[in-house]
C-alpha cells in the first residue's frame, strides 16, 4: 500500500515528461494511465503509447524533489485525469497514499482528493534492450542533429520507410543521419568523441522530436542502446524507449554530385526573410512556387499570383558564379532548410532548372548538406 510525500511543482514537472509518452486517444484502453512504482529509493513513472515508452525516476537523494517514502508499491492512474488532479492542488506539497485495493487518497493544505486506480498487472511489459556498449552522445549535439534533419522527413504514411531519420555509424565512430520526404533531403555527418558499435537503423521523426523536448539542456550526456527493432535513449533519471522503423531506407547518396553549373553564398538570415516574403504571395495561388533567375551576375526572385499579388525583389549575394539559369521551388521547402542551418551564409549550387540544388553552410564549417528538388514550371 503506496504511501509518500513529493514537492508539487517537481512531480508535475516529472509527470509532464512521461505523459509525453502518452497518445491523448488510445486504441488500447490501458495505456491512457500513467504507471505509478513507489521503492525505498524512488518513483518511476512510466508512460508509453505502443510506439514509444518513457520511464521517468524521481529519486529519494533528489533534494528539490522533497521525496520521502513510508510505504511502497505500484498502482495505474488515468493519466491526464492524475495530472490535472495534482496540478490544482493548493499546497507546495502532496501527500499520496493508497487508502485501499487500487484507491488513493490525495492530501494537499485543507484539500483531500480520492482517486481510483488500476492493477498494474494490466499494463504491458516494456520490452528489454540489449545494454552492453551504448553509444554516448553530448544531449547538445544529438538534439542539434535531430533539429537538423527530422524536419525533411515525411509526414505522410504512404512510404512509412521516409517518415524516419536514417542513422548509420560506420568506423566506430563516423555518423551519418539523413531524412527525405522525396522532395527534399537534409544530411549531417559528424565523427563522435566517443566510439561504439555500428549501427545502421531508420527511427521515426516523431520519435526523435519527443527525445528533444524529453532531454532538457541540464542533460549532460544520453546513452543510446539498440536492439533488432527498438532504441533506448537514456540519461541518469529518464529512459526514453521507441521503435525502429522496418524495410531497406533508399540510398540518398546517389542524388549528391559535385558537378555544378551555377553558385552563390547569400546571408542564411536575408535569404530566409525574402523566401518568407516571397511564401505570403506564392501561398494564396495554387502552384506555390517562387521563381529564381540568376541573370548576368544579379539574382532575383518572382512570384505571380492572379488572385492576391506579385512580388519582385532583387537578392543580394556575397558570391556568384557560373552560368545565367532560371529555376522555380517550393519556398517552405528553402525556409525550413534555412531555419536548420547554423551559419550567418549559405552557398547554394544548381546543376539545371530541373535537378535538386543543395544547401551547404557558407563556411563549409559541418559536414551539412540539404538538397531541394525543383518544379517544373510552363
Do not use: C, W
Not at 506564392?282 to 517562387?290: D, E, K, P
Amino acid at each position: 500500500m503506496i504511501q509518500f510525500t513529493i514537492n508539487k511543482a517537481y512531480f508535475i514537472q516529472a509527470l509532464n515528461t512521461t505523459r509525453r509518452a502518452i497518445a491523448s486517444k488510445n486504441a488500447i484502453p490501458i495505456l491512457s494511465t500513467i504507471k505509478i512504482e513507489v521503492t525505498s529509493e524512488g518513483i518511476t513513472l512510466t508512460g508509453s503509447n505502443g510506439q514509444i515508452s518513457i520511464e521517468n525516476t524521481i529519486s529519494v537523494s533528489e533534494e528539490n524533489a522533497g521525496l520521502v517514502i513510508n510505504q511502497s508499491g505500484s498502482i495505474l492512474l488515468e493519466a491526464n485525469f492524475f495530472i490535472n488532479v495534482i496540478s490544482s492542488l493548493p499546497d507546495i506539497n502532496v501527500n499520496f497514499e493508497e487508502i485501499e485495493q487500487h484507491q488513493v487518497l490525495l492530501t494537499s493544505g485543507k484539500s483531500e482528493i480520492t482517486l481510483k486506480g488500476k492493477d498494474v498487472e494490466q499494463y504491458p511489459r516494456i520490452q528489454e534492450v540489449d545494454s552492453l556498449t551504448p553509444l554516448v552522445m553530448e544531449t547538445n549535439v544529438l538534439k542539434t542533429l535531430i533539429s537538423e534533419t527530422s524536419f525533411a522527413a515525411s509526414t505522410q504514411e504512404s512510404r512509412p520507410i521516409l517518415t524516419g531519420v536514417h542513422f548509420v555509424l560506420s568506423n566506430h565512430n563516423e555518423l551519418k543521419a539523413v531524412a527525405t520526404d522525396s522532395h527534399r533531403m537534409s544530411q549531417r555527418q559528424l565523427v563522435l568523441e566517443h566510439s561504439a558499435d555500428n549501427f545502421d537503423v531508420v527511427i521515426p521523426s516523431r520519435s526523435l522530436k519527443e527525445v528533444s523536448a524529453v532531454f532538457n539542456d541540464d542533460i549532460e550526456n544520453v546513452e543510446i542502446f539498440f536492439s533488432v527493432n527498438q532504441i533506448l535513449f537514456r540519461s541518469e533519471y529518464i529512459s526514453f524507449y521507441t521503435r525502429l522503423l522496418e524495410g531497406n531506407y533508399p540510398d540518398t547518396d546517389r542524388l549528391l554530385t559535385n558537378q555544378f553549373e551555377t553558385e552563390a553564398v547569400f546571408n542564411t538570415a536575408d535569404l530566409r526573410h525574402a523566401m518568407e516574403r516571397a511564401h505570403l504571395i506564392s501561398n494564396a495561388s495554387q502552384n506555390g512556387t517562387v521563381k529564381l533567375e540568376f541573370i548576368n551576375g544579379n539574382v532575383s526572385a518572382h512570384v505571380n499570383s492572379p488572385e492576391v499579388g506579385k512580388v519582385n525583389e532583387d537578392l543580394d549575394t556575397q558570391e556568384i558564379s557560373g552560368k545565367d539559369l532560371t529555376i522555380s521551388f517550393n519556398p517552405t521547402y528553402l525556409i525550413e532548410a534555412l531555419k536548420a542551418l547554423k551559419s550567418e551564409t549559405v552557398r547554394v549550387r544548381f546543376i539545371s532548372p530541373v535537378r535538386p540544388f543543395t544547401l551547404t553552410p557558407g563556411d563549409e564549417s559541418e559536414n551539412f548538406i540539404q538538397l531541394i528538388t525543383p518544379v517544373r514550371t510552363n
